[in-house]
């Protein structure tokens, strides 16, 4: 099929409408509002529903009761209005409500810039909300991959019956790219006789809760969910690895910065310097055992974390990961600035304790 | 000579690489000499913006107008009163920058009645690529829609058919086949077919002229660099 030239927003709205989303909820919010605005227009029209709320908490809550119901919904923010939804997916992980959340991750903290940031990764990986629970959560690095980790996000959260996120720095949600539509297939069953969207004829009722008031009752609530998350970080663990094969120097990173390596190892392939990026696809689960075995390889000397994140956020993943087998360095940019290609190549050679070419 | 009016505005569905096109322009009317002023006037968009090449625009002797230039990453859609000098000063050759679809050409309605005692044209980019132009009807609608929110007729079609960095001279003539239908409709002309200046020998044969572009508005990934430090080739 042809591709054509589509938004990142606009596409991953056309994308969750094409995976068959029912329900829609949103609040504006740079640099995400194109999803919702896209979702009003075209969703009604593929027979779904949407509702601009009145705000991104009533937005989650909404999430909350179609997807209690067995609809296919979702919801999207950015950063700030992401903070505002965690309450919402705890009780959407307690309650084993499936449910897609976009974040177009902004700059923090608190309202921050509206130009790109990765610095939600502590709040999407570790669970913003209260108590013991994950969340999937895919990280594009493209357009396609935003359509196509979209569409897989419905499939993943009906499967484990868990919130699963997408989470893409602004720059994503904001670019005009190439796209192809390719045919979606749904990988599970669409059946839910969990859902409490009416009785059918069933002889009992069924509940929608995240209220175990017995502690023996919430601790067996708590075991069960655990074997989920086993099992999730089990099975849907992803990443790439490009030219890691003999590479002196792993760059880490992810989503646009990710992008950004690419072009700063074809400097560095030009002046002789081996390197190679490995890519969380998934920030949970980390591929934590694939980086353990690269790290642990003879031929690599050094680990370079780059993020967009002042302080850095997914190096406490990649620490976890490498075990200190290799010396690891990090590139930080925030406030929306982006590390340019020659910033990352500078990065290289001082982590290396070569002298810039 | 392309466009030759005095005041150009430049509109289009978002996403039809009216900002590209916008920037060369300014560039490519600097180099015949014009006093070239460039106002970004996109309310709209909040990235990929004009205002991200400054440097590059008035090292060549451009100028620059930007919405809301003390603090130019703010999400406020408000309006440089320098876009006045525009109309005022009948020495500067303008280019408006208007944000995507009839919303971002909202903001030109309060300028109608000074715009229309100046010599302008307003022109239509059209991407062939774009799902919501890509046939004749979409464009045309998109194109009233814009002429009604804007009380301004438009004068011509700018054929900006594209792919980004996977774009082709077939592109070009797929966007050349609709951009012609759509002035078939319209009776509104067509001013040029925008392409690569690599593709331009190879498009040599379409009837209109053809307007040699570089890619100034580069992504972060895309390099050489703007410093141009470092290129591996």
């Given at each position: 099929?042809?591709?054509?030239?589509?938004?990142?927003?606009?596409?991953?709205?056309?994308?969750?409408?094409?995976?068959?989303?029912?329900?829609?909820?949103?609040?504006?919010?740079?640099?995400?509002?194109?999803?919702?605005?896209?979702?009003?227009?075209?969703?009604?029209?593929?027979?779904?529903?949407?509702?601009?709320?009145?705000s991104e908490?009533?937005?989650?809550?909404?999430?909350?009761?179609?997807?209690?119901?067995?609809?296919?919904?979702?919801?999207?923010?950015?950063?700030?209005?992401?903070?505002?939804?965690?309450?919402?997916?705890?009780?959407?992980?307690?309650?084993?409500?499936?449910?897609?959340?976009?974040?177009?991750?902004?700059?923090?903290?608190?309202?921050?810039?509206?130009?790109?940031?990765?610095?939600?990764?502590?709040?999407?990986?570790?669970?913003?909300?209260?108590?013991?629970?994950?969340?999937?959560?895919?990280a594009?690095?493209?357009?396609?991959?935003?359509?196509?980790?979209?569409?897989e996000?419905?499939?993943?959260?009906?499967?484990?019956?868990?919130?699963?996120?997408?989470?893409?720095?602004?720059?994503?949600?904001?670019?005009?790219?190439?796209?192809?539509?390719?045919?979606?297939?749904?990988r599970?069953?669409?059946?839910?006789?969990?859902?409490a969207?009416?009785?059918?004829?069933?002889?009992?009722?069924?509940?929608?809760?995240?209220?175990?008031?017995?502690?023996?009752?919430?601790d067996?609530?708590?075991?069960?969910?655990?074997?989920?998350?086993?099992?999730?970080?089990?099975?849907?663990?992803?990443?790439?690895?490009?030219?890691?094969?003999?590479?002196?120097?792993?760059?880490?990173?992810?989503?646009?910065?990710?992008?950004?390596?690419?072009?700063?190892?074809?400097?560095?392939?030009?002046?002789?310097?081996?390197?190679?990026?490995?890519?969380?696809?998934?920030?949970?689960?980390?591929?934590?055992?694939?980086?353990?075995?690269?790290?642990?390889?003879d031929?690599?000397?050094?680990?370079?974390?780059?993020?967009?994140?002042?302080?850095?956020?997914?190096?406490?993943?990649?620490?976890?990961?490498?075990?200190?087998?290799?010396?690891?360095?990090?590139?930080?940019?925030?406030g929306?600035?982006?590390?340019?290609?020659?910033?990352m190549?500078?990065?290289?050679?001082?982590?290396?304790?070569?002298?810039?070419? | 000579?392309?466009?030759?009016?005095?005041?150009?505005?430049?509109?289009?569905?978002?996403?039809?690489?009216?900002?590209?096109?916008?920037?060369?322009?300014?560039?490519?009317?600097?180099?015949?000499?014009d006093?070239?002023?460039?106002?970004?006037?996109?309310?709209?968009?909040?990235?990929?913006?004009?205002?991200?090449?400054?440097?590059?625009?008035?090292?060549?002797?451009?100028?620059?107008?930007?919405?809301s230039?003390?603090c130019?990453?703010?999400?406020?859609?408000?309006?440089?009163?320098?876009?006045?000098?525009?109309?005022?000063?009948?020495?500067?050759?303008?280019?408006?920058?208007?944000?995507?679809?009839?919303?971002?050409?909202?903001?030109?309605?309060r300028?109608?009645?000074?715009?229309?005692?100046?010599?302008?044209?307003?022109?239509?980019?059209?991407?062939?690529?774009?799902?919501?132009?890509?046939?004749?009807?979409?464009?045309?609608?998109?194109?009233?829609?814009?002429?009604?929110?804007?009380?301004?007729?438009c004068?011509?079609?700018?054929?900006?058919?594209?792919?980004?960095?996977?774009?082709?001279?077939?592109?070009?003539?797929?966007?050349?086949?609709?951009?012609?239908?759509?002035?078939?409709?319209?009776?509104?002309?067509?001013?040029?077919?925008?392409?690569?200046?690599?593709?331009?020998?190879?498009?040599?044969?379409?009837?209109e002229?053809?307007?040699?572009?570089?890619?100034?508005?580069?992504?972060?990934?895309?390099?050489?660099?703007?410093?141009?430090?470092?290129?591996?080739?």
């Amino acid at each position: 099929m042809a591709k054509e030239l589509w938004k990142g927003n606009e596409a991953i709205a056309e994308a969750a409408i094409r995976a068959g989303c029912d329900c829609f909820f949103g609040y504006p919010i740079t640099p995400q509002s194109e999803v919702p605005e896209y979702m009003s227009v075209h969703l009604p029209k593929a027979g779904g529903v949407f509702v601009q709320s009145e705000s991104e908490i009533a937005a989650i809550n909404m999430v909350y009761g179609a997807g209690g119901s067995g609809k296919r919904a979702m919801t999207s923010s950015s950063s700030p209005g992401i903070s505002l939804k965690q309450e919402g997916i705890t009780y959407l992980a307690g309650a084993e409500v499936p449910a897609v959340i976009v974040n177009c991750m902004r700059g923090g903290p608190g309202l921050g810039t509206i130009q790109p940031g990765q610095g939600d990764y502590y709040q999407a990986t570790r669970g913003g909300g209260n108590g013991d629970y994950r969340t999937v959560v895919l990280a594009p690095s493209n357009v396609q991959e935003a359509v196509d980790f979209v569409q897989e996000a419905f499939d993943i959260a009906d499967e484990y019956r868990n919130p699963v996120m997408v989470v893409m720095d602004g720059l994503i949600g904001q670019m005009m790219e190439p796209i192809e539509w390719k045919e979606y297939k749904r990988r599970a069953s669409t059946e839910k006789p969990w859902a409490a969207g009416g009785k059918f004829g069933r002889d009992h009722t069924n509940i929608i809760n995240s209220l175990y008031i017995e502690p023996e009752a919430c601790d067996i609530h708590n075991q069960h969910l655990t074997v989920k998350f086993n099992l999730m970080a089990e099975k849907e663990v992803r990443y790439e690895t490009v030219n890691c094969e003999d590479a002196e120097i792993i760059i880490t990173s992810y989503g646009t910065p990710a992008r950004i390596a690419l072009s700063a190892m074809e400097v560095l392939a030009a002046e002789g310097i081996k390197v190679g990026l490995f890519r969380p696809i998934t920030l949970w689960p980390f591929p934590e055992k694939a980086l353990h075995d690269l790290a642990g390889k003879d031929h690599v000397k050094h680990i370079l974390d780059i993020e967009l994140s002042s302080t850095g956020q997914m190096i406490d993943d990649v620490r976890l990961a490498v075990e200190g087998q290799k010396p690891i360095s990090y590139l930080g940019r925030a406030g929306g600035m982006m590390p340019s290609v020659e910033e990352m190549v500078d990065a290289v050679y001082k982590a290396l304790g070569k002298e810039v070419k | 000579m392309l466009c030759p009016h005095r005041i150009t505005i430049i509109t289009g569905h978002y996403g039809t690489g009216k900002t590209e096109f916008a920037v060369n322009l300014a560039l490519h009317m600097a180099q015949r000499g014009d006093r070239v002023t460039l106002a970004d006037l996109d309310i709209v968009n909040p990235y990929f913006r004009s205002r991200e090449r400054r440097d590059l625009l008035t090292a060549n002797g451009v100028s620059l107008i930007s919405s809301s230039q003390a603090c130019s990453d703010a999400d406020v859609p408000s309006l440089p009163p320098q876009l006045h000098a525009i109309m005022d000063d009948r020495r500067i050759t303008g280019i408006l920058d208007i944000g995507g679809d009839k919303v971002g050409a909202r903001v030109l309605a309060r300028y109608r009645p000074r715009l229309i005692r100046e010599d302008y044209h307003l022109l239509y980019v059209l991407n062939a690529n774009r799902p919501e132009v890509r046939d004749v009807s979409s464009a045309i609608t998109y194109l009233r829609d814009i002429e009604s929110v804007t009380g301004l007729r438009c004068f011509g079609i700018v054929n900006n058919t594209h792919l980004c960095g996977e774009t082709t001279p077939e592109d070009v003539r797929k966007g050349a086949a609709l951009a012609m239908a759509v002035s078939e409709e319209t009776g509104i002309p067509i001013v040029c077919h925008v392409a690569h200046e690599d593709h331009i020998s190879a498009l040599s044969d379409l009837r209109e002229p053809l307007f040699p572009i570089q890619i100034r508005m580069k992504k972060p990934w895309e390099y050489p660099t703007i410093t141009g430090r470092r290129s591996p080739k």
